[in-house]
């Protein structure tokens, strides 16, 4: 089975800190995804990356950034977090869109 | 612009009842829908994928339907038990795009 590694299930850090959420998937997949998943707001995208060191904004990457470097790799950065960033953040992968997408465990960061 | 609608956003069952949970979409030029489920403060589990060209998708106790041409699909459970107990979430991709659209969500208690 494929699998989606995040890091960190939780992560507490102070605003202003620069903050990196890191995902891995471990069966070559083409396409990388981050989302936030807020109450009442369901699940929104950040970014996302469909080959190496390629990117492409999704709804809201107002306050992101993302680095991929390596295939496996996709690297979701808060460049300076604020309170309004404390959320869950779930990474996924796909190898195309035939494959649908596999999720990671998700990271809760709260910022304070 | 897709949009994806979960209805109800919240049910209540009794055990061993079968149900049934709705997901509709605007736009009907979809690539493919998946179901998904979510345990409190977990990641996405994919339970079924359904090409755009297929009816439907079974594994186990659970059976997904899809009908483009009304902008629908449903997810059945049958003789549900409390480990059913979830969110339910389905997304689709819109032909030429690479990213899911998700609804908000079904969230499910099966009672003992």
């Known amino acids: 089975d494929v699998k989606v590694t995040q890091s960190s299930r939780y992560l507490v850090k102070r605003t202003g800190e620069k903050v990196f959420l890191e995902c891995v998937q471990d069966?070559?997949?083409?396409?990388m995804f981050w989302y936030r998943q807020d109450p009442g707001l369901g699940l929104r995208l950040i970014y996302f990356s469909y080959d190496v060191k390629m990117k492409e904004k999704g709804d809201i990457p107002e306050g992101y950034s993302v680095s991929r470097e390596k295939k496996e790799r996709f690297s979701l950065i808060l460049e300076s977090a604020s309170t309004n960033q404390t959320s869950m953040y779930l990474c996924a992968s796909s190898q195309t869109k035939i494959y649908g997408y596999t999720f990671g465990s998700g990271t809760r960061l709260t910022v304070v | 612009k897709q949009e994806v609608t979960q209805i109800p956003a919240a049910l209540s069952v009794p055990e061993g009842e079968n149900l049934v949970l709705n997901c509709s979409f605007t736009?009907?030029?979809?690539?493919?829908l998946q179901w998904f489920r979510q345990d409190p403060g977990k990641g996405l589990t994919s339970l079924l994928l359904?090409?755009?060209?297929?009816r439907e998708q079974t594994s186990g106790r659970l059976n997904a339907s899809l009908d483009k041409s009304s902008g629908r699909s449903t997810l059945y459970i049958a003789a549900s038990q409390p480990g059913d107990s979830a969110t339910y979430l389905c997304?689709?991709?819109?032909?030429?795009?690479?990213?899911?659209?998700f609804g908000t969500g079904t969230r499910l208690k099966v009672l003992a």
């Open positions: 359904i090409q755009s060209s297929q």
């Open positions: 736009d009907s030029a979809i690539y493919n």
């Open positions: 997304a689709v991709i819109t032909s030429g795009t690479y990213k899911y659209i």
């Open positions: 069966m070559d997949h083409e396409n």
